[in-house]
């Protein structure tokens, strides 16, 4: 995880490294850069093992913000019609 602290030259070049790439792109899902992260594996994510494609949709999946919990369904009121 040392590329999370990497410079953006460092972190495009580690990305168009084969053997660097996929910590290129998990660091840019640690940095929040989800688009990124997303472009590199558009880019490059065919040349990787089916393995290491499981590992990096397990990762995008893993590093997505969670929704806030909906507000509690109210209750309906009745409505009283005149008789």
């Known amino acids: 995880m040392a590329l999370v ?13 084969p053997a660097m790439g996929l910590g290129a792109y998990r660091a840019r899902l640690a940095r929040g850069e989800r688009d990124q992260a997303a472009d590199w594996f558009i880019a490059h994510g065919k040349a990787l093992t089916p393995a290491d494609q499981s590992n990096a ?4 999946i893993v590093s997505a913000e969670v ?5 509690p369904a109210s209750k309906a009121t009745p409505v009283k019609t005149p008789r």
């Open 57 to 60: 949709m397990t990762d995008w």
């Open 5 to 17: 602290a990497a410079d953006e030259a460092m972190l495009a070049a580690a990305g168009a490294d």
């Open 67 to 71: 929704p806030p919990p909906a507000p």
